[in-house]
């Protein structure tokens, strides 16, 4: 049966206000943890208790953002989030409840933009949510006004323009974190670049307890472009291979 209630928040002048989150989640506590507090922050909040109600919600209510649970009833998080972004592309924070890599790398196959494992704070899922939104921002504005040029790094092309990749020539689909993880990995390349300053970079999280996040962006992105292209330094972080000069 499908649960969904909005909520609207008068508090204009809070950084999320008049953006609509919708969130997907079975267990009634966790999601009136997670719509009381993004509600304190200014979002408007629906809420869809399975699979089936969360699809038909994305589709009416046409969200800026979902925080979207891993396990539901109907049919998974998985799947909401492979039929939504058929739908429309909208930015997607994954909910897991187990710290599995492999669920990890699904869910951002299929379109996640980022993810928590449970148990999180809800100061840090908040922050996480003003981030994505950011992000969407920033690309919007990318848009608008786009870098010139076309990057060419041996058969790695990149396009500021477009937010297109290609490799040999043929095309990359790439979530818009992984591309934006790319570019900036890109920017200097060779250069080792720390988890941290990723995580400043690519997602302007400056705490280090979201370092497995970027681990786990950097294997997503790896098995589209390449595993060659992206050089792990132990202990410090990744870097963008390039051809010798």
């Known amino acids: 049966m499908e649960q969904t209630h909005t909520t609207h928040h008068g508090a204009a002048a809070t950084p999320g206000a008049q953006r609509r989150v919708l969130v997907v989640e079975d267990d009634a ?14 979002f408007l909040v629906q809420t869809a208790t399975d699979g089936p109600a969360a699809v038909d919600a994305a589709e009416a209510w046409q969200p800026d953002l979902m925080v979207l649970d ?6 998974d998080g998985l799947e909401v989030c492979r039929r939504v972004q058929a739908q429309r592309p909208v930015p997607v924070l994954m909910l897991t409840a187990r710290d599995d890599e492999t669920d990890m790398l699904v869910g951002l196959g299929v379109g996640a933009d980022d993810y928590m494992t449970k148990p999180f704070s809800m100061r840090e899922l908040a922050a996480r949510v003003h981030v994505l939104l950011r992000r969407v921002e920033r690309a919007a504005l990318a848009a608008v006004t786009p870098r010139s040029g076309i990057l060419r790094l041996g058969e790695l092309e990149i396009d500021h323009a477009q937010r ?7 095309d990359v689909h ?7 993880l790319l570019v900036c990995l890109a920017g200097t390349p060779r250069a080792v670049l720390s988890r941290e300053q990723l995580l400043a970079e690519v997602w302007d999280w400056a705490d280090a307890s979201g370092t497995r996040t970027v681990d786990s962006h950097i294997k997503a992105l790896r098995r589209k472009i390449g595993a060659e292209r992206i050089r792990t330094v132990h202990g410090v972080g990744y870097a963008l291979e390039t051809p010798a000069p």
């Open 164 to 170: 297109r990749v290609r490799v040999r020539a043929e």
């Open 70 to 75: 891993v396990m539901l009833p109907g049919f």
């Open 174 to 180: 790439l979530t818009p974190t992984e591309f934006d």
């Open 29 to 42: 506590t966790i999601v009136e943890a997670i719509s009381a507090r993004l509600r304190a922050e200014g």
